[in-house]
């Protein structure tokens, strides 16, 4: 009886052990010693080596919004969308929140100098909403033309396109002309290309000739090397440009190297809600040393570098390995990099509304809306139109005033060596007192004056 009862409770056993087996899918002490020793953030490794399979991602998200255990096939995607020759539309193609728009590369099969020139919203193809799904083509099905509906806003009537999807070069960067302005264009921080490409650019632009903007609106990122090699292209030799740090400190820093090849004035820079990655660190940098100012909308807020781990199942580990800081531990990891000019979204898509607005800012005794508060879009564009057109009546006053749309009237705010944060105080203060909504609109020194003579009056 006891050998009976023995032999049973040994099958029971047994059968418990085969069926905890079956649940559970530990991750392994292979990817959780990778977690815990690479991710900037070293989270400790018993609670990372608990953790099953399927929950690994669920950990990771909670570290940060990029690292990721990827499929095979997940990998393979991404290395896909990397490629140069595609087979496509010709478009640069970025998405939030179900919507898309995009940007048709200038010797793509979707551009028209007449019809699509500049960012649009992308509402349907072949009257299917748009997804990564509709926008992509299999090389292997027959070639044949796709419509597309897109919008320049959400209110705008849509037009419609037949394009033939063809073999295309995936640029890099495209130099654009918008009268007297030159616009150098980034989509992508590509490794071994873009910087030499905006190099020799700048070896013949002759900034007596006009003007010089850098649009890196559409730019989701790229290599960080890359980034700081066209970041150096603005820095004078040695200058610091970033640090990359974890929780344990500081891992790597590097340095401006030579040559200079713009160094009259800072550069205006234009970026958006799609902004992201290295462009958001080359706007950072720059701001930081006084060599840029930055225009457009506050950008995605991802200032952290990755690494890719393979694993033993052809899966692939992506971890957030530091974060980015310029040489002022200035970092944008969750908040962006905020504009010194604010727009809102329709303004920043239009390519030629911020060219006429850099350059109007440009120009002696013109201010410009800096921040607001308490105003609708008219009473914005009102006072941004009053800006742009008409130089303001105290022209004593150097930096900032305070708008009163009612009576159409200007109060002085702040002295010409305050900064930003300081006139929007000053803003508000005086817009409590008098009961009235605020406009900050300044003079913007670093667009008129050199880098090295720092904020002052300017006549």
Not at 109 to 121: I, L
Not at 163 to 186: G, K, N, Q, W
């Amino acid at each position: 009886m006891y050998f009976k009862a023995l032999i049973i409770g040994a099958i029971l056993g047994m059968c418990a052990i085969h069926a905890q087996s079956e649940n559970e899918n530990p991750i392994g002490s292979n990817i959780a010693d990778l977690i815990a020793r690479h991710h900037y953030r070293h989270p400790n490794l018993q609670d990372v080596i608990r953790l099953q399979l399927d929950e690994i991602n669920d950990f990771l998200a909670s570290l940060d919004p990029y690292s990721k255990l990827l499929t095979e096939e997940e990998y393979s995607r991404s290395r896909q969308q990397k490629r140069t020759v595609l087979l496509g539309l010709g478009l640069q193609v970025l998405g939030r929140d179900g919507v898309h728009i995009g940007i048709p590369f200038r010797d793509g099969p979707a551009f028209s100098p007449d019809e699509f020139d500049d960012a649009r919203f992308l509402l349907r193809i072949d009257g299917q909403p748009v997804t990564r799904a509709t926008l992509a083509v299999d090389p292997l099905e027959s070639i044949k033309p796709v419509r597309i509906d897109v919008a320049k806003d959400f209110l705008d009537s849509f037009s419609s396109r037949f394009i033939t999807p063809a073999y295309y070069m995936r640029p890099s960067v495209e130099f654009l002309t918008f009268d007297a302005t030159r616009v150098i264009r980034i989509y992508e921080f590509r490794k071994n290309d873009t910087a030499e490409q905006v190099r020799d650019f700048l070896t013949e632009f002759n900034p007596k000739r006009g003007d010089l903007i850098l649009d890196l609106r559409f730019c989701p990122g790229g290599s960080l090397l890359e980034a700081l090699d066209v970041v150096s292209l603005f820095l004078p030799e040695d200058a610091p440009m970033i640090t990359l740090e974890d929780s344990n400190g500081v891992i790597d820093s590097y340095s401006a190297v030579p040559p200079l090849h713009l160094k009259d004035r800072p550069i205006p820079i234009l970026v958006s809600r799609y902004t992201a990655s290295s462009a958001e660190v080359a706007a950072l940098v720059l701001r930081g040393h006084d060599r840029a100012a930055i225009i457009g909308e506050p950008t995605k807020g991802k200032c952290l570098t990755q690494r890719n781990f393979e694993i033993s199942d052809d899966s692939t580990l992506r971890l957030s390995v530091a974060e980015v800081f310029n040489h002022k531990h200035s970092s944008c990891q969750g908040a962006g990099v905020a504009p010194d000019y604010v727009f809102n979204e329709l303004e920043t898509l239009d390519t030629r509304y911020l060219v006429r607005s850099v350059s109007r800012i440009r120009e002696g005794n013109r201010y410009f809306v800096c921040q607001s508060n308490g105003f609708d879009d008219e009473d914005v564009a009102h006072a941004r139109l009053l800006t742009m057109q008409y130089a303001l009546p105290e022209k004593k006053l150097k930096y900032s005033l305070l708008y009163e749309p009612v009576k159409k009237k200007w109060h002085p705010c702040t002295g010409p060596e305050d900064t930003m944060q300081k006139a929007t105080l000053s803003a508000e203060n005086l817009s409590s007192q008098l009961g009235i909504p605020y406009l900050v609109v300044m003079k913007p020194w670093f667009l008129v004056n050199d880098a090295t003579t720092g904020p002052g009056p300017s006549d």
